[in-house]
């Protein structure tokens, strides 16, 4: 198994994405400290865990926006594991697609506190962490489509989204010396709930699923993948395994 005796944390853990990645990592022989809000979802996590015979699950109900127990989450693996093998920062909100000048104060600093915020006291918390280990990965979900093209409604996340990225380039370049290595994944639209609040008239089933994207969620978790500073992206990875960065 390839992440056997791994340490991970993954956010959002109860849906979509981050549902499919903990199953995924947990599969591969991780320990998986799975957090999300909504304690029902991560049970049934934690059943199709168990039910695969392979991986283990911490469940941890918070909401990413206690900044405290997220430090204190870091105090907590430090004391029982000493190390973390694997983030997987994807818990994020949509926001409302509005015009900017709609869109209410309240929202907004709900993209910034989930999208960004969180993410920087993640890294605050967990890098000594992630340094500690022999081959430390953290992979952020973006959004990079929108960052590099911004379309109209949709400014709110996409400012969110441009914000995480060059906190996570920084990071990057920041640990380049280390054992770590940090980067990006750009899904692209997946059959998920975000997916269908944003676009309520698609035809779902014309999109790939979030385990469709777990091998290059994997990859980029693979201690044998050595890349720093990247984004990847899942279209293009589809069409070329060799060539998939921005």
Not at 136 to 161: C, E, M, Q, T
Request: glycine share 8%.
């Amino acid at each position: 198994m390839m992440f056997k005796d791994y340490i991970a944390v993954v956010t959002g853990a109860s849906r979509g994405i981050g549902y499919a990645t903990a199953k995924a990592l947990a599969a591969e022989g991780a320990h998986v400290i799975a957090i999300a809000r909504t304690v029902g979802s991560l049970e049934d996590l934690d059943d199709d865990i168990k039910a695969n015979g392979r991986g283990e699950a911490t469940l941890v109900p918070l909401d990413i926006t206690d900044y405290d127990a997220l430090d204190r989450l870091g105090s907590i693996i430090a004391e029982k594991y000493g190390k973390l093998d694997i983030l997987v920062g994807n818990a994020a909100t949509l926001g409302d697609i509005t015009p900017i000048s709609h869109l209410k104060p309240k929202v907004w600093q709900q993209l910034i506190d989930i999208n960004v915020s969180a993410n920087y006291r993640l890294i605050r918390s967990l890098d000594p962490l992630l340094r500690a280990s022999n081959n430390g990965r953290a992979v952020f979900l973006g959004s990079s489509n929108i960052v590099r093209d911004p379309r109209p409604f949709w400014g709110g996340y996409a400012v969110s989204k441009a914000a995480l990225e060059c906190l996570v380039k920084t990071y990057a370049k920041e640990i380049e010396i280390s054992n770590l290595r940090v980067n990006i994944l750009n899904p692209g639209a997946l059959r998920t709930a975000m997916r269908a609040r944003a676009a309520p008239g698609e035809d779902a089933n014309t999109l790939d699923t979030p385990a469709d994207l777990m091998p290059l969620l994997l990859k980029l978790c693979s201690p044998v993948f050595n890349d720093n500073g990247k984004i990847a992206d899942y279209q293009m990875w589809k069409k070329d395994k060799n060539n998939f960065f921005f």
